[in-house]
């Protein structure tokens, strides 16, 4: 039998509770994530984060008179009519509006030690985006459902990265303490009791948020605008991190965030390959020129600056979104990087390697599409039977 408060409770209010009154299973946030990725894929292609926060960048030094001739040799292409910057600025909509929803919302001004890692963080994947070609969505939770022998690579590379900055920070919390702690403040905040005003301010960003998706006549653009205001409310209410997957295992042993992206990733690589194997997508798609070198070098140094910033790019975007000052310098580090690497330190780098080192390796030319999904779901199977087993042993973990 129902209490009297529930019975107090009108279905529209239920409704509500039931998805912002408290944060979704991770699992259940990558699900969704992985469906709406597919649904892009069939609209165009499918979920980039670092490409739209590139074209932001773009459109910054354009704005302020800095011609980028290697990076935009076509010129610059503005954010409203960028699928993956519109995607970018949508996102960060609906991650707002979820917050408001569930009142999370506040301005959190960390310690100036934490806001400098932001800043510092946010640079490294700049850098490490651009070089590898992508970042853990483009390049890894899009690229590896797309048969990318690249996605494998650059995995490896924020396994690394990640490893070494997690010693770094433990390192640095043994060693050096006072470094990251100091003076913090919170703003905004809505009170824990009574009513606030964040929901309806959450409603009012919604219908801002689909009333500027409904303005497109392209009917891919509108598309790109409208599920990305959903991603950001799904990544902001099942607080989906692939920082935490790569993360945890070394550090307290959890595996729940490495399972919510394999299943993310498995529903992910059946969609993909049905979409490429038909010929409704093509077949080259987010399979990038980055095996193996240019993989394994962006992927170390996005995978260190990830972990020190907390967050990657659309990790960094909706906690952003929440109000955390340390992501909103985290993303200003790669949207200013991103079109300086992109100008001038990827063809540098990209020049000095032997062409063996820069292909693009799509791996059902070489073990057919059967065998290409075979071995992307083992090496999952593995990853998972890895990290459930460190869990209950505790043998890669610090604490």
């Known amino acids: 039998m129902p209490d009297e408060t529930e019975k107090e409770k009108g279905i529209f209010r239920e409704l509500y509770d039931t998805f912002f009154s408290h944060s979704w299973q991770m699992w259940v946030g990558s699900i969704i994530l992985a469906m709406l990725s597919i649904c892009l894929f069939i609209i165009a292609s499918p979920w980039g984060s670092s490409g739209g926060l590139l074209n932001w960048g773009q459109n910054l030094f354009e704005g302020l008179g800095l011609s980028l001739e290697n990076s935009a040799p076509n010129g610059v292409t503005f954010i409203f009519d960028n699928n993956y910057a519109l995607l970018s600025l949508l996102l960060i909509f609906g991650a707002l509006a979820s917050a408001l929803f569930g009142k999370e919302f506040a301005i959190r001004v960390a310690p100036v030690g934490e806001l400098v890692k932001g800043l510092f963080g946010g640079i490294l994947m700049g850098i490490g985006c651009i070089i590898g070609f992508g970042c853990t969505i483009g390049n890894f939770f899009s690229g590896w459902p797309a048969l990318s022998a690249g996605a494998i690579i650059f995995v490896i590379g924020l396994v690394i990265g990640v490893f070494i900055a997690v010693r770094y920070l433990l390192w640095e919390m043994e060693k050096h303490p006072k470094m990251s702690s100091g003076k ?10 009574g009513t606030s005003l964040q929901p309806l301010a959450g409603l009012i960003i919604i219908i801002i948020g689909l009333a500027f998706a409904f303005t497109f006549d392209n009917p891919i653009l509108f598309g790109f605008a409208l599920i990305g205001l959903f991603i950001g409310i799904v990544l902001q209410r099942s607080r989906w991190c692939i920082v935490r997957a790569l993360r945890e295992p070394f550090m307290t042993g959890d595996a729940e965030p490495a399972v919510a992206i394999i299943a993310g990733l498995t529903i992910g690589l059946l969609g993909f390959t049905v979409i490429k194997l038909t010929g409704i997508g093509g077949e080259l798609t987010f399979v990038s020129a980055n095996f193996w070198m240019p993989a394994i070098v962006g992927g170390i140094i996005f ?13 960094s975007s909706w906690r952003a979104a929440e109000g955390h000052v340390k992501l909103w310098l985290a993303l200003i580090g790669i949207i200013i990087t991103a079109p300086l690497t992109l100008e001038y330190i990827r063809p540098a780098f990209l020049d000095i390697l032997p062409t063996w080192m820069k292909k693009q390796v799509f791996l059902p030319d070489y073990f057919t ?10 090496i999952l199977l593995i990853w998972y039977v890895f990290v459930k087993w460190n869990e209950r042993t505790g043998r890669f973990s610090a604490m």
């Open 184 to 193: 913090s403040a919170t703003f905004l905040q809505a009170k824990t009791k």
């Open 303 to 315: 995978g260190f600056g990830m972990t020190i910033a907390g967050g990657c790019t659309v990790g």
């Open 369 to 378: 599409y059967l065998g290409a999904v075979i071995i992307m779901l083992l």
